[in-house]
């Protein structure tokens, strides 16, 4: 039987982890799993942990789910990959049938790729591309929100702008335009949440009324900005923003990887504006976590640009060489099952009002600038004065003593910076979100001592 101590010790022989300094590792002790059950990873010494943070926010209904465990070993035994040029099967037609059923009205073709980056450079390429076509070849740049983080591939990271990310890497990436986030956090004492968004949009749309010529589209993630340290805002901006895009012909690429599938209170954040995006990416929920899968949906009038004699050369030549894959749509379509036969939304929000009592206490806590909540995620940022709002100096890395303090609780609360974040999977109890609040109140209270 396989320790802690020699699943570390291989590891560290061998492997580069993502989004890590690896020197970190001298002190730091890597965390290898062993299993999972519902909300629990397990390692190798049987320490166990609550996933609160969903593996990266894919994980919404439990490791080890006998459903989809189910569905994807049925798929294995039938097919396990095909090229999806010139072929194709029967789990991603049947997925490709869903999503256009269940996403907002209008959305009626699906593109697939391997994940939410590819996903985003897809939608990206397909927004230009339609432009080209069109006869429009001025049209060459995007506009992102301040705050934003749309993936790491190149064409993604250029419409993000959280700088720990894209800083190192700009001078390989496509100019954009930024127009302010609406992130609430920065409202004025006594200033609604929809009243601040209204007020942030003015940027935006003098952006899209100065530069449509040479605008493809818009990029937002709607209502949370989740690696933007979990800033949220109000629908109405995605509902100012819908109606300037069709003003001044500009396309609304709606990025739902991390909020989509019942993440914000409802399966998709931009049925709470009533709006319909030109292209929505999807991934990460999308197969329970199982496997790496995107879905980039789109307007069937943009589908018949590109859709010509092949010497006009008007086809989108993007490829991915597991697009589509079986097995990832299996998991998916057990997904897709799950919720509708499970009533998972109005679960959720009793869940979400359940977690919402359980972090009220933060908002008292002397070093906690604000507690935000939208849906099945919740946010507590600490600060260095509350009052003022001052943060703490990001090399203090205040949150990463949260997160050490959560593990010897039974807690996995990955920080960003000096936030800690909920996004639990939806199997998750009542009793276990009281747990969590728990370990966070006294995680903050030793991050913060002086």
Same mark, same amino acid.
Not at 345 to 355: C, F, S, V
């Given at each position: 039987?396989?320790?802690?101590?020699?699943?570390?010790?291989?590891? &560290?022989?061998?492997?580069?982890?993502?989004?890590?300094?690896?020197?970190?590792?001298?002190?730091?002790?890597?965390?290898?799993?062993?299993?999972?059950?519902?909300?629990?990873?397990?390692?190798?010494?049987?320490?166990?942990?609550?996933?609160?943070?969903?593996?990266?926010?894919?994980?919404? $209904?439990?490791?080890?789910?006998?459903?989809?465990?189910?569905?994807?070993?049925?798929?294995?035994?039938?097919?396990?990959?095909?090229?999806?040029?010139?072929?194709?099967?029967?789990?991603?037609?049947?997925?490709?049938?869903?999503?256009?059923?269940?996403?907002?009205?209008?959305?009626?073709?699906?593109?697939?790729?391997?994940?939410?980056?590819?996903?985003?450079?897809?939608?990206?390429?397909?927004?230009?591309?339609?432009?080209?076509?069109?006869?429009?070849?001025?049209?060459?740049?995007?506009?992102?929100?301040?705050?934003?983080?749309?993936?790491?591939?190149? @064409?993604?990271?250029?419409?993000?702008?959280?700088?720990?990310?894209?800083?190192?890497?700009?001078? $390989?990436?496509?100019?954009?335009?930024?127009?302010?986030?609406?992130?609430?956090?920065?409202?004025?004492?006594?200033?609604?949440?929809?009243?601040?968004?209204?007020?942030?949009?003015?940027?935006?749309?003098?952006?899209?009324?100065?530069?449509?010529?040479?605008?493809?589209?818009?990029?937002?993630?709607?209502?949370?900005?989740?690696?933007?340290?979990?800033?949220?805002?109000?629908?109405?901006?995605?509902?100012?923003?819908?109606?300037?895009?069709?003003?001044?012909?500009?396309? $609304?690429?709606?990025?739902e990887i991390a909020v989509g599938f019942g993440r914000t209170g409802t399966l998709f954040?931009?049925?709470?504006?009533?709006?319909?995006?030109?292209?929505?990416?999807?991934?990460?929920? &999308?197969?329970?976590?199982?496997?790496?899968?995107?879905?980039?949906?789109?307007?069937?009038?943009?589908?018949?640009?590109?859709?010509d004699d092949y010497n006009t050369m008007r086809a989108f030549l993007h490829s991915h060489?597991?697009?589509?894959?079986? &097995?990832?749509?299996?998991? @998916?379509?057990?997904?897709?099952?799950?919720?509708?036969?499970?009533?998972?939304?109005?679960?959720?929000?009793?869940?979400?009002?359940?977690?919402?009592?359980?972090?009220?206490?933060?908002?008292?806590?002397?070093?906690?600038?604000?507690?935000?909540?939208?849906?099945?995620?919740?946010?507590?940022?600490?600060?260095?004065?509350?009052?003022?709002?001052?943060?703490?100096?990001?090399?203090?890395?205040?949150?990463?003593?949260?997160?050490?303090?959560?593990?010897?609780?039974?807690a996995l609360l990955r920080p960003l910076g000096n936030v800690t974040y909920f996004m639990?999977?939806?199997?998750?109890?009542?009793?276990?979100?009281?747990?969590?609040?728990?370990?966070?109140?006294?995680?903050?209270?030793?991050?913060?001592?002086?």
């Amino acid at each position: 039987m396989s320790s802690n101590q020699e699943i570390v010790a291989r590891d &560290l022989s061998v492997l580069w982890h993502p989004c890590t300094q690896m020197k970190d590792h001298e002190h730091l002790p890597l965390i290898p799993i062993r299993r999972g059950d519902g909300v629990w990873l397990e390692d190798f010494d049987g320490n166990r942990y609550i996933d609160a943070v969903s593996s990266w926010w894919v994980n919404i $209904l439990g490791h080890g789910n006998p459903r989809i465990n189910r569905a994807v070993h049925e798929q294995l035994d039938k097919l396990e990959h095909v090229i999806l040029a010139g072929f194709t099967h029967e789990p991603v037609v049947a997925l490709s049938e869903q999503l256009v059923a269940m996403t907002p009205p209008g959305l009626d073709r699906v593109f697939y790729a391997d994940n939410g980056s590819s996903g985003v450079e897809v939608a990206l390429k397909m927004s230009f591309h339609y432009w080209q076509n069109m006869g429009h070849p001025r049209k060459q740049r995007f506009v992102t929100l301040g705050n934003s983080y749309h993936g790491e591939t190149l @064409a993604a990271l250029a419409v993000g702008d959280v700088a720990l990310y894209k800083s190192t890497y700009k001078p $390989l990436l496509m100019d954009v335009f930024t127009a302010p986030s609406p992130d609430c956090y920065h409202r004025e004492e006594g200033e609604s949440w929809e009243a601040y968004c209204r007020r942030q949009f003015v940027e935006m749309k003098k952006i899209l009324a100065e530069h449509h010529e040479e605008i493809c589209g818009v990029i937002v993630e709607p209502l949370v900005q989740c690696a933007g340290n979990m800033r949220m805002y109000h629908p109405v901006y995605l509902k100012l923003l819908r109606e300037a895009c069709d003003k001044y012909g500009v396309h $609304l690429i709606a990025d739902e990887i991390a909020v989509g599938f019942g993440r914000t209170g409802t399966l998709f954040a931009c049925e709470q504006a009533g709006i319909t995006p030109d292209f929505l990416a999807l991934s990460k929920a &999308l197969t329970g976590g199982y496997l790496p899968l995107c879905a980039v949906l789109t307007r069937n009038e943009i589908y018949q640009a590109f859709y010509d004699d092949y010497n006009t050369m008007r086809a989108f030549l993007h490829s991915h060489s597991f697009t589509g894959n079986p &097995l990832a749509c299996a998991a @998916a379509l057990a997904t897709l099952e799950i919720f509708e036969t499970d009533n998972l939304i109005e679960r959720n929000r009793e869940l979400a009002a359940h977690m919402g009592r359980a972090l009220e206490r933060f908002n008292d806590h002397p070093h906690v600038a604000e507690v935000r909540q939208t849906g099945m995620i919740a946010a507590v940022e600490m600060v260095k004065d509350k009052r003022t709002r001052e943060p703490y100096d990001w090399q203090e890395r205040r949150g990463l003593r949260v997160y050490q303090h959560a593990l010897k609780h039974q807690a996995l609360l990955r920080p960003l910076g000096n936030v800690t974040y909920f996004m639990p999977p939806y199997v998750i109890t009542p009793e276990q979100i009281d747990h969590l609040a728990d370990v966070a109140w006294a995680g903050i209270n030793l991050a913060t001592q002086d």
